[in-house]
């Protein structure tokens, strides 16, 4: 997970999307400050067209307190494909990889925000997280086959997809999540984040950015 010192600017972040009329981000931004630039562009061969790749894990507090800031880019920037992969660490994060990868190979995948949520409720109101029999629960309230659902959970097509997700983590050595890679190619840091006026503002103008200089 990131530092404690992110959960601070994840906080911030969820109270400037209320605000207006702040300053405008930075016009200029630099290597090795803002953004890092990879030695290994990382692909996604089922996207065309400029996309934002962004690794994550259900569980994680921080990705969930990033999400309206992703949705309200995603929202304005219809032409930007949004990739989103699963980090694989520890058991806990392999299953959730499995759900994951589940949720979308069965064409839901516009359930990411919701599920993430449920993951959140969950661990505020009974300290834990979702066990396969929660998950199936879940997965039965929207109408979806649990039965296939968990099927589809260690299907071939599915754990293909985890290798591909791994082998890329591994090749620019991600530590925690949420990470975000625009394009591939840069890294963004989220130093370039904390100490902005309006992280939203500046988090969309460094993606702006950098989708240019691909």
């Not at 400050?33 to 067209?49: A, H, R």
């Not at 589940?102 to 300290?127: C, K, P």
């Not at 599915?158 to 190619?185: E, H, I, M, T, W």
């Amino acid at each position: 997970m990131m530092k404690r010192g992110f959960m601070w600017l994840a906080s911030a972040m969820l109270a400037m999307l209320a605000m207006s009329g702040l300053a405008q981000a930075d016009d200029e931004f630099k290597a090795g400050t803002d953004y890092t630039v990879l030695e290994q562009q990382i692909k996604d061969p089922d996207t065309k067209g400029p996309y934002l790749l962004e690794y994550l894990w259900l569980g994680c507090s921080h990705c969930q307190a990033m999400n309206p800031l992703v949705k309200a880019f995603e929202e304005s920037h219809p032409k930007v494909s949004i990739v989103r992969r699963p980090a694989v660490g520890n058991d806990r994060w392999v299953f959730d990889a499995h759900v994951f990868y589940a949720l979308f190979s069965m064409g839901h995948g516009d359930l990411i925000y919701d599920i993430m949520e449920y993951y959140r409720s969950l661990a505020r109101s009974e300290r834990r997280l979702p066990d396969l029999a929660d998950v199936k629960g879940y997965i039965a309230s929207k109408g979806i086959d649990p039965q296939q659902f968990e099927k589809m959970m260690d299907s071939d097509e599915n754990l293909a997809r985890l290798s591909v997700a791994y082998r890329d983590q591994q090749s620019f050595g991600l530590k925690g999540v949420p990470v975000f890679l625009v394009s591939g190619k840069y890294q963004i840091r989220f130093e370039a984040l904390s100490k902005a006026k309006d992280p939203q503002t500046r988090f969309t103008a460094l993606v702006e950015y950098l989708l240019k200089q691909s």
